[in-house]
């Protein structure tokens, strides 16, 4: 029913005038971020319907698709030079076997990252991807709101979908994306085109912001918490009633509270006192791990090197009430266990150079997408512009809050949301230098009428 959907929903575009080879993106988008492949069996399992979208991308756009003043930003360079490193330190891993399977699906990512911009040449098409995008995470989000509404949820207890633990649909990492997104849906309740923003769009729209908002109760995990926070504190510049939104911040977590399932409340105590859980121990001890592994190899031990910690660590839990608390400490020992870190997976896996590289790229988008805000912000024709650089900049920023605590440093949904900002930059320059060029031309002197023999 979910692939009917998706096919009915291609032939509506379709019938919009989407006959471009931008098309055939679009199908890519929606494979490599939900994978219908775990949804369904024989055809799409036996089939690398990857593959044969990417060549009907690629080959589309070289025949027919318009490359007229193509540019390539420099982030493409970086993201290419990043592809370039991890191809070397995948020859020399740690881990070679594991190394190469985790390599499969990283190029992949990255390098139609490097060529999604170059499609990106109309505001129809970034709109478009964007949807896409926004979408295929909404496959997933609507279906854990809803059972969060019924269920509760619970850390590890939410079934997405499908039973599986690993790209989108792994509790911290949708809950990341899940909240990272909620910008972009609101820009489009104000700035949609595909889908004019009338009243049942924007229910949409809201009811869809509702539901990323709940992924973290159901998932019930600490990041997608402090991505919620975070998100409150970026809102508040778009703010037009800043003293009213301060005011319903304040007001939201006494109104809620009593109507969070106790799995939740229980789990984001363990903030304050991370040292009494074993899963927050294990981290900063790996994370300690990871420096100490990035002195003696400073150029990375290539994909899946995490396999190779032994770690050490102490949990203090506080016991008893009153007078009669008692402090008990417990010394575990663990191994291979992973890095819950996208800086870290990044340090550890790739090095200095790496992590150098990958940071360069996500802080570049950052501050690219703060340039287009103050350079188009006065302009009431590109208002789409400017508001849409704000919305992709601050889910950019949710997205390295939520690194910081979950290996998500080759999401493919965080590449194509930066070849979405590469390509609206690149789209603005081209537009920009079109407006500023403005050839001379020699102005005709008026034809003198003719003189007539009356006049003569």
Same mark, same amino acid.
């Given at each position: 029913?979910?692939?009917?959907?998706?096919?009915?929903?291609? !032939?509506?575009?379709?019938?919009?005038?989407?006959?471009?080879?931008?098309?055939? *993106?679009?199908?890519?988008?929606?494979?490599?971020?939900?994978?219908?492949?775990?949804?369904?069996?024989?055809?799409?399992?036996?089939?690398?319907?990857?593959?044969?979208?990417?060549?009907?991308?690629?080959?589309?756009?070289?025949?027919?698709?318009?490359?007229?003043?193509?540019?390539?930003?420099?982030?493409?360079?970086?993201?290419?030079?990043?592809?370039?490193?991890?191809?070397?330190?995948?020859?020399?891993?740690?881990?070679?076997?594991?190394?190469?399977?985790?390599?499969?699906?990283?190029?992949?990512?990255?390098?139609?990252?490097?060529?999604?911009?170059?499609?990106?040449?109309?505001?129809?098409?970034?709109?478009?991807?964007?949807?896409?995008?926004?979408?295929?995470?909404?496959?997933?989000?609507?279906?854990?709101?809803?059972?969060?509404?019924?269920?509760?949820?619970?850390?590890?207890?939410?079934?997405?979908? *499908?039973?599986?633990?690993?790209?989108?649909?792994?509790?911290?990492?949708?809950?990341?994306?899940?909240?990272?997104?909620?910008?972009?849906?609101?820009?489009?309740?104000?700035?949609?085109?595909?889908?004019?923003?009338?009243?049942?769009?924007?229910?949409?729209?809201?009811?869809?912001?509702?539901?990323?908002? !709940?992924?973290?109760?159901?998932?019930?995990?600490?990041?997608?918490?402090?991505?919620?926070?975070?998100?409150?504190?970026?809102?508040?510049?778009?703010?037009?009633?800043? !003293?009213?939104?301060?005011?319903?911040?304040?007001?939201?977590?006494?109104?809620?509270?009593?109507?969070?399932?106790?799995?939740?409340?229980?789990?984001?105590?363990?903030?304050?006192?991370?040292?009494?859980?074993?899963?927050?121990?294990?981290?900063?001890?790996?994370?300690?791990?990871?420096?100490?592994?990035?002195?003696?190899?400073?150029?990375?031990?290539?994909?899946?090197?995490?396999?190779?910690?032994? *770690?050490?660590?102490?949990?203090?839990?506080?016991?008893?009430?009153?007078?009669?608390?008692?402090?008990?400490?417990?010394?575990?020992?663990?191994?291979?266990?992973?890095?819950?870190?996208?800086?870290?997976?990044?340090?550890?896996?790739?090095?200095?150079?790496?992590?150098?590289?990958?940071?360069?790229?996500?802080?570049?988008?950052?501050?690219?997408?703060?340039?287009?805000?103050?350079?188009?912000?006065?302009?009431?024709?590109?208002?789409?512009?400017?508001?849409?650089?704000?919305?992709?900049?601050?889910?950019?920023?949710?997205?390295?809050?939520?690194?910081?605590?979950?290996?998500?440093?080759?999401?493919?949904?965080?590449?194509?949301?930066?070849?979405?900002?590469?390509?609206?930059?690149?789209?603005?320059?081209?537009?920009?230098?079109?407006?500023?060029?403005?050839?001379?031309?020699?102005?005709?002197?008026?034809?003198?009428?003719?003189?007539?023999?009356?006049?003569?």
């Amino acid at each position: 029913m979910r692939d009917f959907v998706f096919i009915g929903f291609l !032939l509506a575009l379709f019938g919009m005038g989407f006959r471009r080879p931008f098309l055939f *993106v679009l199908i890519y988008v929606y494979i490599d971020l939900v994978s219908p492949q775990r949804l369904t069996y024989l055809l799409l399992n036996s089939v690398p319907i990857s593959l044969i979208a990417v060549v009907f991308a690629v080959g589309g756009w070289v025949i027919a698709d318009d490359k007229r003043d193509s540019r390539v930003a420099p982030r493409q360079i970086m993201l290419l030079l990043l592809l370039a490193y991890c191809a070397v330190t995948t020859r020399a891993a740690d881990f070679p076997i594991d190394a190469v399977g985790k390599w499969d699906w990283v190029w992949k990512a990255l390098a139609f990252a490097i060529f999604l911009p170059l499609t990106l040449r109309t505001k129809l098409r970034i709109e478009a991807l964007l949807l896409f995008m926004v979408l295929s995470a909404a496959s997933i989000i609507i279906v854990g709101g809803i059972k969060t509404l019924f269920s509760g949820g619970g850390y590890g207890e939410l079934n997405l979908i *499908v039973t599986n633990n690993s790209g989108l649909y792994e509790g911290s990492t949708i809950s990341t994306i899940a909240v990272a997104i909620i910008p972009l849906i609101l820009w489009f309740t104000r700035h949609g085109t595909i889908f004019p923003p009338d009243w049942r769009v924007k229910l949409f729209c809201y009811a869809l912001a509702f539901s990323c908002l !709940l992924i973290p109760v159901g998932t019930s995990t600490r990041t997608g918490l402090l991505c919620i926070v975070l998100l409150a504190v970026l809102m508040l510049r778009e703010a037009k009633r800043r !003293l009213l939104y301060l005011a319903l911040i304040a007001a939201t977590p006494v109104v809620v509270y009593p109507f969070l399932p106790p799995a939740f409340i229980e789990r984001m105590q363990t903030i304050k006192g991370y040292q009494g859980d074993s899963s927050a121990s294990t981290r900063v001890a790996v994370w300690q791990w990871t420096i100490d592994y990035a002195r003696e190899h400073p150029f990375g031990g290539g994909f899946e090197a995490y396999r190779g910690n032994h *770690v050490r660590f102490e949990t203090v839990k506080a016991t008893g009430e009153g007078n009669n608390i008692a402090i008990e400490r417990k010394l575990e020992v663990d191994k291979a266990r992973a890095y819950h870190s996208a800086y870290f997976e990044m340090l550890g896996e790739q090095g200095y150079i790496g992590l150098g590289l990958w940071l360069m790229i996500n802080l570049g988008g950052i501050w690219r997408m703060e340039v287009l805000r103050h350079r188009y912000r006065k302009a009431a024709e590109t208002a789409w512009a400017t508001q849409l650089a704000s919305a992709l900049q601050t889910a950019h920023i949710v997205y390295l809050l939520g690194a910081a605590f979950v290996a998500i440093a080759f999401q493919p949904f965080v590449y194509m949301l930066v070849g979405a900002q590469i390509g609206l930059d690149t789209y603005l320059a081209r537009k920009r230098a079109e407006t500023m060029w403005q050839p001379f031309r020699r102005r005709r002197a008026p034809a003198e009428p003719p003189v007539s023999a009356a006049t003569a």
